[in-house]
């Protein structure tokens, strides 16, 4: 996504803001500020939410120093996508599981949402999410994760995330004596 | 999920507040994730197959027991190439994770030949993940097959199913009886949620002061041959606010007794039939979200046609409805009574299926029948959207729009959505609109 872009229509929604205090205006770690429905964040956001309600939030942009303007503009989209969008085939009830697993399932848009980001992007958004404490965010990022582990050995896991196998041989060894529970199969 | 502002686990890893300028973004190839804190890797290792959460530990040192503290347990004996490993691994993993906090626990079984033991162990497992207080237990059994004709299934009898957290419980394949089904309601008095997909059921009544949400659905039913439902089902659950009944199959009748607090209602039927389209409908009159679903054959459709004319049900809080075919029998008799009763619908939508019968029987083809119609148009002005999902080229969809306009005073938008298939969730994404 273009940070030029972000800006731009910040720049404009902002104006439209001062009029309309239906949002709220975020302002990233560099300076830049963003809009977003006022409603979609206090029901996302726990922090939002209680910096609302707390009177905490400026006009001028509130400050969220801890957050970068991609990652801040992938959070302002995902609200205002939220606020905009029809929960799928009007009944709560359409989705029912049959055999997948448990979990409380993205949507379709949701999954859209996070595909489309980098690497790089969906870590900071996941950490942004946590900042803010959105949980559905949470959840939808969290899934994402686990779905790029799914099906993986460990070395292919560690390939995909960058994580540095730190065990000696040796450690490594007890490790797999302790599990051979886990690895009987294998 | 735990939410807690992040702490950076490993030095001079990249951590909250780092710009995504373009300093990181081309030289970041870092290690994001063990970053994380544990809540959020919890969550993640949560979200894998048991066996797979347990293998994160080979990681790296970070990873090292991430998983015994992992808040929900999927375990699927298809990852197992045999029970007995099976059964080894789960007893293995509830030792290694002490007494970390539960909340989630899912069971799949599949098919293969079981040792004897098999059930009772897993009943075992249930009793042990409602002790750790899990609030989300599923119990799902594989889909019976020919090869398995004296397949044993599961007995929600058979679990002691006592538990003063249990919050949603999903059943898959489960034998559920009278017994049983009071005995949950009973024991489990936090119970909110409740999904039996494909059950057997042998149970006729439903009474939970505490269920918020009831599933019963067949819709991927295999073989019918082996099951059917031969009771019926009576509901009775004052806090109910959210019910999905789909394909009930045999000749189950449904009945509700109190289910006052019903917001969304959704009821598909393949077969099966209602005690009276009035008792139904009056029991569904507080609903603000509607689905009446029936193949075109259901009996029910005739005796909804007759009964409705006589109910005096208001849907005062009705602002979504889905209907199917059976609403247009004779113009449109159906739909235009609830559109009649109906006074703030906003949301219309008709699944019309490939017919079975004569387009005729729906609808008199001279078009001149609903205009000749004595009734008077009436209002429905909240109504704003009509979308009508229908086979391509079918030739009751001008008429259908035709008597909207007629008998609405204020016609709303239509859409028409083409429809393919044969599952009332099957729709093309091209639309094409109809505005008055």
Known sequence: MEVDKGKGEAEETRKVAEADRDTVTLKSSDGKLFEVSKEAAARLSTVLAGMIAGGSIDDNGTDLKQIGSEALENVVDYCNKHANSIPSAALISSSISFNTAPFKEPEEWERKFVDRLSHDALFDLVEAANFLGMERLLDVTCHKISEMMKGKSPDQIREVFNIKNDYTKEELEEIRQELAWAFYDD | ?436
């Open chain 2, 1 to 436: 999920m735990p939410l807690s502002v992040p702490e950076p686990h490993l030095e001079g890893q990249p951590t909250m507040g780092r710009s995504s300028g373009k300093s990181a973004k081309g030289t970041d190839l870092g290690d994001r994730i063990s970053g994380l804190p544990d809540e959020l890797l919890h969550s993640v290792i949560s979200l894998l197959p048991a066996k797979e959460a347990v293998c994160t530990s080979v990681l790296s040192l970070r990873w090292r027991n991430l998983w015994k503290s992992a808040p929900c347990l999927n375990v699927d004996a298809e990852d197992f190439t045999s029970q007995s490993s099976f059964i080894e691994f789960v007893n293995t993993m509830w030792l290694s994770r002490g007494g970390s906090r539960l909340e989630s626990f899912w069971l799949r079984a599949c098919p293969g030949i079981f040792l004897e033991n098999f059930r009772e162990t897993v009943y075992l497992w249930i009793g042990h993940a409602l002790r750790s207080n899990v609030e989300e237990l599923g119990v799902i059994d594989h889909d019976l097959n020919e090869f398995e004709y004296h397949h044993q299934l599961f007995h929600l009898g058979h679990c002691p199913l006592t538990s003063s957290c249990l919050k949603k419980l999903h059943l898959c394949y489960v034998n559920i009886d009278n017994h049983a089904i009071k005995n949950l309601f009973s024991g489990c008095p936090a119970l909110e949620n409740l999904e039996m997909i494909n059950c057997e059921i042998y149970a006729t009544e439903f009474s939970s002061a505490t269920l918020k949400s009831l599933s019963i659905d067949y819709a991927d039913f295999p073989h019918p041959v082996y099951y059917t439902i031969q009771e019926d089902i009576v509901i009775n659950m004052p806090s109910l606010a959210s019910l999905h009944i789909g394909g009930l199959l045999g000749i189950a009748m449904l009945s509700f007794v109190d289910v006052q607090s019903l917001i969304a209602a959704s009821i598909r039927l393949d077969r099966g039939t209602f005690t009276g389209a009035c008792s139904i409908l009056g029991a569904l009159s507080n609903v603000k979200k509607l689905e009446l679903l029936f193949r075109g054959d259901v009996e029910g459709e005739y005796s909804f046609q007759i009964d409705m004319q006589l109910c005096r049900v208001v849907f005062a809080n009705l602002t979504s409805l889905s209907l199917s075919d059976w609403c247009l029998y004779d113009n449109c008799k159906a739909l235009l009574f609830l559109l009649q009763h109906s006074p703030n619908l906003e949301d219309l939508t008709l699944k019309i299926r490939e017919f079975l019968f004569d387009t005729d029987e729906y609808l008199d083809m001279s078009c001149s029948a609903a205009a000749a119609d004595s009734a008077t148009p009436f209002s429905c002005e909240k109504l704003r959207k009509v979308e009508i999902i229908c086979p391509k080229g079918n030739k009751i969809v001008g008429m259908l729009v035709t008597i909207l306009l007629t008998k609405l005073m204020s016609p709303p938008e239509i859409i028409i959505k083409p429809f393919s298939g044969s599952s009332w969730d099957d729709s093309d994404d091209q639309r094409w609109t109809y505005y008055d």
